[in-house]
């Protein structure tokens, strides 16, 4: 019997920290009025265009948390055939799906390349401070590797086993945008050779690789349909052992050409992310046996999507950029409370 997966993988809407320009991986910024409304017509689109999602995980890090209960609170008013409210799934929150922690970098300003070193600016200030007493150095991306194949072992590839009771499966991941691109990468590795395409309408734009889509903006997401075409294999697959042990063109990374993202509000955390020293020997070791998606193979639909935003403007005053706060009423909350009484 043939399956399905339509999965997608999320980036936070807007935080006080993306605003004021300050590193934020492990450090729990919440989202601005703005970022909230960005959460806010992304769960609203998701329900537009027919999604009912059966999973939803996110970061445990507010951000993603609160991102990810827009999606679910606008599927509260999905109902099915008969009119009955569908079943929701609640919000599986996870610390493997936080973002990476920049370290002493953390709550620091962003650093522009300096012109008497070789070195960009973050990388300079690094050098400069590693020796300091207390200094933290920021997460490897062997140790994001670790986190996203661990979820990816725990929690996405139990979906896709045989053994799963639902055929056609929606699932939504909310993170952030470095840890995306390192999970994006590790979900790559897990499927099939030569088993992941571009949709028609992707193919007419390019880029390197299919491990290198761009960034994620905020609320951006990517967006695949996976089905299972095969037969699963007994016989158990191995992989490289850490991301800097696999090929730039393996073989099932294959090669398309994609114009550059554009610039503006795509994620910035791509440009953020932060090289550190590898790991000694032995400890960016991987599973030596990781579980494959045997059988499965993806079309990727949709590439830091976010026609949820077309049309959102900032409110003006300094507000759509200030903290969000549950507790404050929009005016539009305000005149329907009027209208009733």
């Not at 996110?58 to 999606?71: M, P, Y």
């Amino acid at each position: 019997m043939a399956r399905s997966m339509r999965l997608f993988l999320v980036r936070h809407g807007e935080t006080v920290d993306n605003v004021a320009q300050l590193y934020a991986g492990s450090r729990d910024s919440e989202l601005t009025n703005h970022g909230y409304q960005q959460a806010t017509r992304l769960g609203t689109h998701f329900r537009g265009v027919g999604l009912s999602f059966t999973h939803i995980f996110s970061s445990h890090l507010q951000r993603a948390a609160k991102t990810a209960g827009k999606i679910r609170e606008a599927q509260l008013t999905r109902t099915n055939a008969e009119g009955l409210q569908q079943a929701v799934p609640d919000v599986i929150q996870l610390s493997l799906l936080m973002e990476q922690d920049f370290g002493s970098m953390e709550g620091k300003k962003w650093y522009d390349r300096s012109p008497e070193v070789q070195l960009s600016g973050k990388e300079h200030h690094r050098q400069e401070n590693k020796d300091t007493a207390g200094f933290v150095d920021v997460e490897s991306k062997d140790a994001m590797a670790q986190r996203a194949d661990t979820f990816l072992d725990e929690h996405l590839l139990l979906l896709l086993e045989d053994s799963a009771e639902a055929t056609d499966l929606v699932v939504a991941i909310v993170s952030h945008g470095i840890f995306l691109s390192s999970l994006w990468k590790r979900i790559l590795l897990r499927l099939p050779p030569k088993s992941v395409v571009l949709c028609p309408e992707l193919q007419a734009t390019a880029r390197p690789s299919l491990e290198h889509l761009g960034g994620w903006s905020n609320t951006g997401y990517l967006e695949l349909c996976m089905t299972k075409t095969l037969l699963p294999d007994s016989t158990p697959a191995y992989l490289p052992s850490s991301p800097a042990e696999t090929p730039a063109t393996a073989e099932h990374v294959g090669k398309v050409e994609l114009l550059p993202a554009a610039t503006g509000d795509v994620a910035t955390d791509q440009q953020l992310a932060v090289e550190a020293p590898p790991l000694p020997a032995g400890l960016g070791i991987m599973s030596p046996t990781p579980r494959i998606a045997k059988g499965w193979t993806a079309k990727i639909l949709n590439i830091n999507g976010k026609d949820h935003l077309k049309g959102l403007k900032r409110t003006g005053g300094g507000v759509g950029s200030s903290r969000h706060d549950a507790s404050q009423k929009s005016i539009e909350t305000f005149f329907k409370r009027r209208k009733v009484e």
